[in-house]
């Protein structure tokens, strides 16, 4: 803006002591904007499309990571061996068991904003479970079941049917799937067994401290603090691990067996989600699960 001052005003005292009632103001355009364009090193191109920001979009863009179907759940009875008949090698094996695991309740998008399925296993006495719980059970016409998990999925072709029975046959022999447990927990461990720390000399110079931590920081160059993640003594084992991409070698239906090639985690009589494989080619469905599959994907 640009202030002009009248001609009488020259005789004026000077122009801070006259009132700003008596200067005409006279806008000035200009054609430089005010917010000009930014370069961005990490998009220059003009003609990708922009992202969208809503839940639907979100879900859209991580569909690869979704399984086409729900897991099942199964309890860890132990390791054994089996011989390949051709070769005569042998190789180490885990025997899970599945144990009454049923479909207990759907997740949907538009009342729950994902898709996913509520499976149960085992069985609890009515007396030990709560009673909002219990509504949960009596509602969708299911026993109390010992563990309750759910598995994500990618629509609504996923959703088996509430009350349904999975069994080992679900898996077929020769397929990969993913094994969840949480680890076998090692209570409070020192610094050289949680974190493999090699430790102080042994001998000379050392005075009773051959396994200690050693130093945890230095003192004022680094703020006098100890950094976050500082590797130290502490709770070691006891959080959740998957395996990928495990051979599944031979399924017992009578027994409710399934032999897995390899170790998984946990412990003996743990709970282990099993998952198709997200890094290997989705099994075939057979065509009375897929038509199952069609039939409550149109119910609903």
């Known amino acids: 803006m640009r202030l002009k001052a009248p001609a009488f005003l020259s005789t004026l005292p000077p122009s801070f002591l006259v009132p700003y009632s008596c200067f005409q103001t006279v806008a000035k355009r200009g054609i430089r904007s005010l917010t000009p364009p930014r370069p961005n090193r990490f998009n220059r191109s ?29 309890i860890k009875k132990g390791m054994t061996a089996m011989y ?13 068991q599945m144990d009454r695991v049923q479909v207990v309740a759907h997740k949907t998008r538009k009342r729950n ?11 609890k ?25 759910e598995f994500k999925v990618r629509d609504e072709q996923g959703l088996l049917g509430i009350g349904e029975t999975i069994g080992p046959s679900w898996f077929k022999e020769g397929q990969f799937i993913d094994a969840r447990a949480n680890c076998r927990g090692m209570g409070f461990a020192g610094g050289m067994k949680r974190w493999g720390f090699s430790g102080q000399p042994a001998s000379h110079g050392v005075s009773l401290t051959h396994r200690a931590m050693g130093s945890a920081g230095q ?15 502490g709770r070691m084992g006891g959080q959740q691990v998957t395996v990928q991409n495990i051979k599944v070698l031979k399924v017992d239906e009578a027994n409710g067996l399934v032999v897995l090639s390899g170790c998984i985690p946990g412990p003996d ?32």
């Open 269 to 300: 009589k743990c709970l282990v989600k099993l998952q198709d494989a997200l890094k290997k080619p989705w099994p075939e469905i057979t065509p009375d699960v897929q038509a199952t599959t069609e039939s409550i994907a149109t119910a609903t």
């Open 46 to 74: 003009q003609d990708l499309p922009l992202l969208d920001s809503t839940t639907a979009a979100a879900l859209k863009r991580k569909e690869y990571t979704l399984p086409l179907r729900t897991g099942a759940l199964a």
């Open 125 to 149: 006495h009515p007396s030990n479970v709560t009673r909002p719980l219990l509504g949960h059970y009596a509602q969708n016409g299911v026993s109390p079941k010992r563990y309750l998990v």
């Open 84 to 96: 390949d008949p051709e070769t005569g090698r042998r190789f180490a094996c885990t025997v899970v």
């Open 219 to 233: 003192s004022q160059g680094g703020g006098s603090r100890v950094y976050p993640g500082k590797k130290m003594a």
């Open 113 to 123: 904003g994902y898709f996913a399925v509520q499976v149960g296993c085992g069985w």
